[in-house]
């Protein structure tokens, strides 16, 4: 089933608040290796002008990924994920993620295209916290390869 060009600009409804917590933070520090003691101590991320420990920058992709999936599955937009590769990921942030924070993530469609038989998916997701104000922007292309 070809993409539906059409959903393109979409928006999906904001995830559930999604709690940060200090051992989830420590957890995915040590599974990628993030040794900065701001990811580990609250004292040390004090003293950098933080009110506790802080994300490591790619911590959200544990909510991106929980947000993307209703997307990727999405049967209307007609995206073959047995054949997708991850192409780019990007992350602008306005603050540091850190605990206690509730975070909501919106994704959006930003752009769809076919070149050559394979399908690019751009997405979009917008990282708020739980009063509205903005975390974080992460730009996510995928790639469905063309049959072949």
Same mark, same amino acid.
């Given at each position: 089933?070809?993409?539906?060009?059409?959903?393109?600009?979409?928006?999906?409804?904001?995830?559930?608040?999604?709690? +940060?917590?200090?051992?989830?933070?420590?957890?995915?520090? &040590?599974?990628?290796?993030? %040794?900065? =003691?701001?990811?580990? @101590? #609250? *004292?040390?991320?004090?003293?950098?002008?933080?009110?506790? +420990?802080?994300?490591?920058?790619?911590?959200?992709?544990? &909510?991106?990924?929980?947000? %993307?999936? =209703?997307?990727?599955? @999405? #049967? *209307?937009?007609?995206?073959?994920?047995?054949?997708?590769?991850?192409?780019?990921?990007?992350?602008?942030?306005?603050?540091?993620?850190?605990?206690?924070?509730?975070?909501?993530?919106?994704?959006?469609?930003?752009?769809?295209?076919?070149?050559?038989?394979?399908?690019?998916?751009?997405?979009?997701?917008?990282?708020?916290?739980?009063?509205?104000?903005?975390?974080?922007?992460?730009?996510?292309?995928?790639?469905?390869?063309?049959?072949?």
């Amino acid at each position: 089933m070809p993409l539906n060009h059409a959903l393109a600009g979409r928006a999906y409804p904001p995830t559930a608040p999604y709690e +940060v917590e200090r051992e989830k933070i420590r957890e995915f520090a &040590l599974a990628v290796g993030e %040794t900065h =003691p701001a990811h580990h @101590d #609250p *004292e040390a991320a004090r003293a950098l002008g933080h009110p506790d +420990v802080i994300a490591p920058p790619t911590f959200l992709c544990v &909510l991106v990924q929980q947000a %993307t999936d =209703p997307v990727v599955y @999405d #049967p *209307e937009l007609g995206l073959d994920y047995d054949r997708v590769v991850h192409r780019d990921q990007r992350f602008a942030f306005r603050r540091a993620v850190r605990v206690g924070d509730r975070l909501r993530a919106t994704v959006h469609i930003d752009a769809l295209r076919s070149p050559a038989g394979s399908d690019v998916v751009e997405l979009r997701t917008e990282i708020e916290d739980d009063d509205g104000a903005p975390v974080a922007t992460v730009f996510m292309s995928l790639v469905a390869r063309a049959a072949g």
